[in-house]
């Protein structure tokens, strides 16, 4: 089983992002302040776990959490600030919405910028170490997740409730055959032979 969180003395956050490799919709996160007396056999990396068990996951996250913020960070202002800074503002603001806030928090990979004047450490596979960040990339997960099956509703031909933006070879596809939506992330290569052009 995965350890609850890194600091054990500490209010401890955890967040994670998903949807930062998809070609299109947007990139959202979670921070989420666990109980010290929780525990879960089930609990792992969203990745590790079918997309059933994520469902299932989440009500049960939800419901014995002491506080928990999911935010979108759109199109527009990941083509605008890049899909980096965009993930790491989509944890900040989803660690805005904790009450209480953190004394510290643990973020899922490498990269991270100063919040407020609270500590904190970037932990590579997070998701598969702590309970926190474990619950945060399934809230991420499964909040992103549902808005992409609501856009699939008015674009159908993407197959986005399927592949949820991320560049499989049908999304690819469609692209080619059908351009590109106001879902699409415009600075993202959406074509492997964007690269290709010729210039004369």
């Not at 666990?34 to 056999?41: E, G, I, K, T």
């Not at 499964?142 to 993407?158: A, N, S």
């Amino acid at each position: 089983m995965l350890k609850l969180k890194l600091n054990p003395d500490l209010i401890e956050c955890g967040t994670d992002e998903a949807g930062r490799g998809c070609l299109a919709g947007p990139v959202t996160a979670a921070a989420i302040i666990l109980p010290d007396n929780f525990s879960n056999n089930t609990l792992n990396d969203s990745k590790k776990l079918s997309e059933a068990k994520r469902k299932s996951l989440r009500p049960l996250i939800e419901d014995c959490c002491i506080t928990y913020g999911v935010t979108h960070i759109f199109m527009e202002a990941i083509d605008k600030i890049n899909i980096l800074n965009a993930s790491i503002l989509a944890m900040q603001q989803s660690i805005e919405q904790l009450d209480p806030q953190p004394e510290h928090i643990s973020v899922d990979g490498n990269r991270f910028k100063p919040y407020r004047d609270i500590p904190y450490t970037c932990v590579i596979k997070g998701d598969g170490k702590y309970l926190n960040i474990a619950a945060a990339s399934i809230l991420a997960k499964t909040y992103r997740d549902e808005f992409m099956e609501k856009i699939h509703e008015e674009f159908p031909m993407y197959n986005w409730k399927k592949n949820k933006g991320y560049p499989t070879a049908e999304h690819r596809e469609a692209i080619r055959k059908y351009g590109i939506t106001k879902y699409h992330r415009k600075s993202f290569r959406l074509l492997p032979e964007q690269y290709s052009l010729e210039f004369n």
